[in-house]
């Protein structure tokens, strides 16, 4: 079994432009979807993997378009079902660098179920989830992640459902790797995305982005410059939990299981959080916050090295049937147990 | 059922010589009456009869004790000429309980010999079974019914008393003890049907391995009941049953989901790919995927999926990575399963579903037996989505089909559903065992050539498009549920290409009957009825035609295991008898089909009651059309 974490400079060295594929691509104008794509093509060259084994699969929507504009292989299926079909190609070729390409709607409505549990089974496939809280291709009703009270076409008095944090989703459901992105902080997102491929299991990111048709800035406190300057926190591993203007830094302190905000001139560094992404339930407290009360925070919540995979059991199980007993013979299986000759 | 006596031997008791038996044994559904059933079954193989069985349990896991709804039973019908069913009525019942009596009574021939075990048969049993009550208002024992004894052959057995007394000395709990009582009835048949407790000492053996005290319990207690037929007075006769003339070689019981589950091994063995099989558990589905869960050796990667859905798109994904995608379900699932089938139409990608049928709509009938998701099959999925559809006539059969069903995946690139059912899953023959090189050979090619390579370029004699394992060089490429040009398979809204892919994906499906053989027409080439029929009806079909010959009618049968596309040669075969008779368990889909694509006055014979059909009232529909001719 070839491994998946290629070694840079062993295999062909790529650029960008290797990842694009011939065909046009037919997103609206405007869509926070081409700054993701050419940060995914962008982040490619840097996973070392020769292009004819990574795999991108999609389910339905506008993100799951996203298949046809790579020059990988890719399979385009059906409604909220990517997550179970990538986990039929992981068990064929675990070999393989596997993504799986959703939206909100996709992935945590009609695809909830699956999403679940390609998390809690620890597949390694990345994840990118693009949440703009709403459901575009079929032209603008809300969805899992849209506010309360959202008025749409087909809630036109505000809906009555409380969304759902995706990360939290995530990180509940035993996701080894779970990081949060804006489509317009550029770098950022190509730094996660780097980061989030190279992870060995069930890798998930959630992508804020932007449908301009029918739920424009949606994340505008992420975009606008006072309030992302604001509210933005960039998570670092064993690094206290600060955000703000450089004047007026604010910074977060854990009273029992509550997070409290502070300014950071006011308290002593020690005793500022300190995030350890290794640690699940802080990591999910983090992912909970959100503006206003709490800054929003983008980076990595949680990553879990060294996890035992799905596919990785099963065929560590199935070597070891062939080691103890030898490969399948049909002919001794058939005159096995009880058998009785005629004539 | 013709019968010899033969003198016997001075000392024993005279054996009488027959041809075929229906046994039934029916008891709680935590009496072990499976165990029972197999066990028998197996002691009939030994002694070299045909054999068909019919395991018959509630769909709950342990019903209450003593109630109708809670009755497990084992029917098993042995002979030393071909058998083709469980058999219709039954030659001797073993009712274990009130309840079981009450439930079976009904099939039991007049004169049939009835054992029942008269422990269970106290005030509380006689009550849950619902026996009518007397003037001091209690139940009245159907044991006291002088009418019974008249009918049948009543032997009032204390099963549970004796088998007791005979574990007296053993370090055993009452329970324990009592679990024991299976096998007292089981050693007292054998003897009356003379065979050989060989293989049922054996398996005690083996199956209690672990514990010397229930090895040494149930082996007394079957020995014990064997003796009480010898010894007792009640019994003044038993029988025999020669082995069957059956084609030379070496044999195995088989049941229809081992078969299905065997043959997709001997499928990867022959093409050294891995297959990956998703499903969901779902009765009577499940048991092959536990029996797959053994088998590692042949690289078959098992995956329990978290619904129905994901069970079939496992597979597809599987299918896409270069293995064989394989899902099983029953009906339900098979419902759920419709878009993903889809998908795979639409990718052009192998993929074998196996759709083990039960009584239905919705729920239904888990447990029991039916046909009726042939149309489902054909037709149950959104827009024009062809596929191959293949049914397996018997238990062992399932063994070629899920063979066969991977070979034509692989050839043509499309899904292929096999349509088994209930009694076929849990049924068993005796089935002689194949030499797997006999089987045909499965051809797979992966593209690897760069050099005009297009995702939907198309075999000319199949227009199966290119397998590409990805990881492939230089073969990147993308594709999707969505309509695609042919040959680039570019996505295209194109109104001409999709008419022409519409056309192009039922030809696909339409050339797999290049690969149906010639059909069996068991009967004169023409007459006035053929019986036609699919799936697990075989037996009981083949019986009342080989029956109606017997009398003399101009009868045949012709059974079909390719439902789509149909065999080339039915619509002559079909005009050549005046009639032509499709007995199922649905009502009506096979004929519907056979009127609308050949224009025949096909009639159906339709019963949906979970069970099997018999091969009486098919002889009986036969008769009927024969007397509406003339």
Not at chain 2, 434 to 446: A, C, M, Q, T
Request: aromatic share 8%.
């Amino acid at each position: 079994m070839s491994t998946v974490t290629g070694v840079p400079g062993a295999s062909p060295k790529y650029t960008k432009k290797d990842f694009e594929s011939d065909q046009d691509v037919r997103w609206c104008p405007g869509c926070g979807d081409y700054a993701i794509l050419s940060a995914v093509q962008k982040s490619m060259p840097d996973l070392g993997i020769p292009k004819e084994d990574i795999v991108f699969i999609s389910g339905i929507g506008c993100s799951s378009r996203f298949p046809y504009y790579m020059n990988t292989y890719g399979f385009h299926t059906i409604h909220g079902r990517a997550p179970a079909l990538a986990t039929g190609l992981k068990l064929a070729r675990p070999e393989l660098k596997v993504f799986v390409v959703t939206g909100d709607g996709d992935g945590l409505s009609i695809g909830g179920n699956h999403l679940l549990h390609v998390l809690r089974r620890n597949v390694d496939v990345t994840i990118l989830l693009f949440n703009n809280r709403i459901y575009g291709l079929t032209k603008g009703q809300y969805s899992p992640t849209s506010e309360l009270g959202k008025v749409t076409k087909s809630t036109p008095m505000g809906s009555a459902d409380r969304p759902l944090s995706p990360c939290v989703f995530a990180l509940a459901a035993g996701a080894t790797y779970v990081a949060r992105t804006v489509d317009r902080s550029i770098a950022h997102m190509e730094e996660t995305l780097k980061r989030a491929s190279r992870h060995k299991g069930a890798a998930f990111v959630e992508i804020l982005q932007n449908c301009n048709v029918y739920n424009d800035l949606a994340w505008n406190v992420l975009y606008d410059k006072d309030s992302k300057t604001q509210f933005e926190l960039r998570l670092e591993h064993g690094k206290p939990i600060t955000w703000g203007p450089a004047d007026d830094r604010r910074g977060l302190v854990l009273e029992g299981l509550k997070p409290r905000v502070v300014k950071t001139k006011d308290v002593p560094e020690s005793a500022l959080w300190v995030h350890d992404e290794t640690d699940r339930a802080t990591a999910t407290l983090l992912a909970q916050l959100w503006a206003p009360e709490y800054p929003i925070p983008l980076g990595t919540l949680l990553s879990q090295e060294g996890e035992t995979t799905y596919e990785g059991i099963l065929v560590q199980q199935e070597q070891k049937a062939i080691s103890d007993r030898g490969p399948g013979d049909i002919a001794k299986l058939l005159l096995s147990g009880e058998t009785w000759k005629i004539g | 059922m013709s019968e010899t006596v033969t003198p016997a031997p001075a000392v024993a008791k005279p054996r009488r010589t027959l041809t075929r038996a229906v046994i039934r044994f029916a008891g709680d559904s935590g009496d072990g009456m499976q165990v029972t059933g197999e066990q028998f079954t197996t002691e009939a193989a030994w002694a070299g009869n045909d054999i068909s069985t019919l395991p018959n349990f509630p769909a709950e896991i342990r019903a209450p004790a003593g109630t109708l709804f809670g009755v497990s039973s084992f029917q098993l019908q042995f002979g030393s000429q071909r058998v083709y069913t469980p058999g219709d009525q039954l030659d001797t019942l073993v009712a274990m309980n009130p309840a079981a009596l009450k439930v079976h009574l009904g099939d039991l021939k007049p004169g049939g010999i009835l054992i029942v075990n008269t422990a269970a048969f106290d005030q509380r049993n006689l009550e849950k079974a619902g026996y009518p009550k007397d003037e001091k208002g209690e139940p009245k024992s159907p044991l006291n019914d002088p009418g019974l004894a008249e009918k049948f052959r009543l032997y009032q057995v204390d099963i549970s008393g004796m088998t007791k007394k005979c574990l007296e000395d053993l370090p055993l709990n009452a329970k324990e003890k009592e679990r024991c009582k299976n096998f007292f009835a089981l050693g007292l048949v054998s003897w009356i049907y003379t065979r050989p407790l060989d293989p049922t000492l054996d398996a005690i053996k083996k199956r209690f391995a672990k514990n010397p005290t229930f090895v040494e319990a149930n082996i007394r207690v079957l020995k014990a009941g064997h003796a009480f037929g010898e010894t007792a007075e009640m019994f003044s006769e038993h029988y025999g049953i020669e082995a069957a003339e059956m084609p030379a070689g070496v044999y195995r019981s088989m049941t229809g989901n081992r078969a299905l589950a065997w043959g997709l091994l001997a499928a990867a063995e022959r093409t050294q790919i891995p297959i990956v099989f998703g499903a969901y558990p779902i009765t009577p589905a499940s048991s092959i995927l536990e029996e797959l869960a053994l088998h590692k050796r042949w690289r078959v990667r098992t995956f329990q999926a978290e619904d129905e859905i994901a069970a079939v798109t496992s597979a597809i994904g599987a299918s896409f990575g270069g293995a064989i995608g394989v899902t099983a379900s029953s009906g339900p699932g098979i419902a759920l399963k419709g878009e993903g089938i889809g998908l795979a139409v639409m990718a052009e990608l192998p993929l074998v579903i196996f759709d083990i049928q039960r009584g239905g709509p919705s729920t239904g009938l888990p447990t029991k037996t039916e046909q009726a998701d042939l149309m489902q099959a054909l037709y149950g999925r959104n827009s024009e989505s062809p596929i191959v559809v293949i049914a397996p006539c018997t238990p062992g059969d399932c063994f070629y089909i899920a063979y066969e069903a991977v070979r034509i995946a692989i050839k043509y690139m499309v899904p292929v559903m096999v349509l088994s059912d209930g009694y076929l899953a849990n049924g068993s023959e005796p089935w002689l065992i194949p030499d797997p090189k006999s089987l045909p050979d499965i051809p797979v090619s992966f593209r690897t050539e760069k050099e005009g390579f297009q995702a939907y370029l198309r075999d000319a004699a199949t227009l199966a498009r290119p397998w590409v394992r990805p990881g492939t060089p230089g073969l990147e490429h993308r594709i999707g549920g969505i309509e695609k040009q042919d040959g680039t398979g570019n996505i295209s809204y194109e109104p001409d290409n999709h008419d022409h892919m519409v056309r192009t994906r039922a030809e696909k499906v339409r050339r797999v009957a290049q690969e149906i053989p010639a059909t069996v027409v068991n009967g004169p080439e023409s007459g006035d009825v053929l019986v036609v029929g699919w799936g697990g009806t075989y037996g009981a079909i083949t019986a009342a035609v080989e029956e109606a010959q017997m009398e003399g009618k101009s009868v045949a049968s012709a059974h079909i295991r390719h439902l789509n596309p149909l065999p080339p040669d039915l619509g002559q075969i079909l005009r050549q008898y005046r009639r032509v008779l499709v007995p199922e368990i649905n009502s009506g889909q096979l004929v519907r089909v056979l009127r609308a694509e050949y224009l025949v006055d096909a009639v159906g014979f339709n019963r949906v009651r979970g069970m099997p059909l018999a091969s009486q009232e098919i002889l009986e529909a036969i008769h009927q059309l024969l007397e509406a001719k003339s």
